[in-house]
């Protein structure tokens, strides 16, 4: 029995795990075998890209993780993929550019023209009507930072799963479990059906992370450096894993709008991930009771999270402290 | 040493060996290992679906062999989904009824209205323009007739690749290889590769086979009894196995103009095939020497040909005949 239990091995419970056992705490992970939503995440780290409609405490949130990134990935000690080229946002149409004007404005980025955005990234369609260069937003390769994470972590990590948190021996129960939360704990995490293509193909046809609203759909494509790209995703209120004829038409019709020259690449991926959402899409942080700590439910912000979600939770157990505002209590 | 070797375990090599044996003579099948373009073909027994540009002497091939399949399908024994439906011809657009106007009105085939259509097929888009219904076309699941014919000659089939004719022990020698039957013989057969998917869902949203104009484009919608849908194909002069972003979009995007309820199906393959093509795209079926008959070229009808192709090389290996119009010595 270790005197701290974290229940989940995705990129969350592994996070805190790892800096836990860096502040010197007896630390085991049970990893329930299932990959979680990290395994389909693209891993934009976009503090500002989704804003509008967040409230400014789970802003406040984003932003403060997404300084800790560049330290986290660099303590790793590995190639992670943390890349910080930035990203395209980008609108097809005259109605995607209205959408899309408001968050623009909002973030005080200056428009820019179609010729302005192809000399940025060649490879862009002619049609793409307007868009803006988020400087600031970075990427990171979630399978890598997990299987980093793994590797810093391998002799606390113990493939079991379990049903019920009364089978946890331990002085303090972590709950990462993603949407696996809810069966533990009874709190109100549902999944968030993603379908996730990765294509492959000759690196450098594109360099920035693309957003794109296309025709009213979102699509974002994250080229990695060795030639992957990772498009995404579907958003559907459903619990079944069901890669769909619909969900891969509409990714792969919205980046080919946007970036024509993928048409040539590989099919290598399709698959699906369930994120965790809450009943305000905020993760929920901290204690649940006298054992149990939760740190679940980041929705579509797991990635980007996990580096705050590990510190805060190292000081809920280690420290006595509260995360006021994003309590699971809250529920 | 069997008397006659047949090299390729495809459906062309497998029929011509059990109708080789149901005459009584002594075969060995040699498989490479390679699934051949049976295992994506849709199995379409369409002899009239694609004469426009062809040769008499290749429909009365066709037609001959859409003949033979009833018997040659009872004779397996077992369900290989021969289905008597039909198919529904269709054209989405304008442009696409004009493309296939001609075709229709040779076929003497009565135009249908959409509304006619959709009381046929009731999951067909309101946006489809015009079809018709070619009664005489008929389907079958050459992986279940492949399936069949194997065990049927087990204890003939030998999983060996030959690099060479010369390594092959036998006084008659059978090529039907498909597209390796160019490095095994010399004569001009070219891969021209197809990309196919499968979906499946709920049985009977679909009755007929589809076979589509769509924008400019082709493509067939297979039901199978089972629930699974096969989409095809891609038609690419190109050697690679990659499945494609551009393509798996074009095939998705045309059947779900004509289809919108595939939408929700599984999309559960993604696959690549190779038809045999030759310079006319007609088969070559017979004598290239003395001890080297060939059964190849069959290029988009190697499903349909299979029935006629072992009939005629049973009659160019045991009665000494030939078949005129094919000659491997054409080229």
Redesign the interface.
């Known amino acids: 029995m270790s005197d701290i239990t974290v229940v989940g091995g995705g990129i969350i419970g592994l996070s805190i795990a790892w800096r836990l056992v860096a502040r010197g705490a007896d630390v085991t992970v049970l990893d329930g075998g299932d990959e979680g939503a990290w395994h389909v995440a693209a891993g934009m780290l976009a503090p500002g890209g989704e804003s509008e409609h967040e409230d400014p405490a789970l802003i406040r949130l984003l932003d403060r993780s997404a300084d800790l990134w560049p330290a986290f990935a660099e303590e790793l000690g590995v190639d992670v993929g943390y890349d910080k080229t930035g990203t395209l946002s980008l609108a097809l149409t005259a109605d995607d550019l209205a959408g899309r004007a408001r968050l623009w404005t909002r973030q005080q980025l200056p428009l820019l023209r179609p010729s302005e955005l192809r000399s940025l990234e060649p490879a862009l369609s002619v049609r793409v009507r307007a868009g803006v260069l988020a400087s600031r937003e970075r990427q990171v390769d979630p399978r890598r930072v997990v299987n980093a994470l793994r590797e810093r972590l391998s002799d606390r990590i113990v493939p079991k799963r379990i049903e019920s948190l009364s089978d946890v021996d331990a002085r303090v129960v972590v709950v990462a479990a993603g949407c696996g939360t809810a069966a533990l704990t009874g709190l109100p995490v549902r999944p968030v059906k993603g379908q996730v293509?990765r294509?492959r193909g000759e690196p450098g046809l594109l360099r920035h992370v693309l957003d794109a609203a296309v025709d009213g759909n979102e699509v974002y494509i994250v080229p990695r450096a060795d030639g992957e790209v990772v498009?995404g995703a579907t958003q559907e209120e459903r619990t079944d894993r069901?890669?769909?004829?619909?969900g891969?038409?509409d990714l792969?019709?919205a980046?080919?709008e946007i970036v024509p020259g993928?048409?040539?690449?590989?099919?290598t991926e399709?698959t699906v991930g369930h994120r965790p959402g809450t009943p305000d899409n905020a993760p929920m942080l901290g204690r649940l009771d006298d054992r149990v700590v939760v740190a679940a439910g980041h929705f579509r912000n797991g990635i980007l999270l996990a580096p705050v979600t590990a510190d805060l939770i190292a000081g809920v157990v280690l420290d006595g402290q509260d995360v006021a505002d994003f309590s699971p209590r809250r529920f």
């Open positions: 293509l294509l498009v069901l890669v769909t004829a619909g891969v038409h792969l019709r980046a080919l993928l048409a040539e690449f590989e099919l399709t």
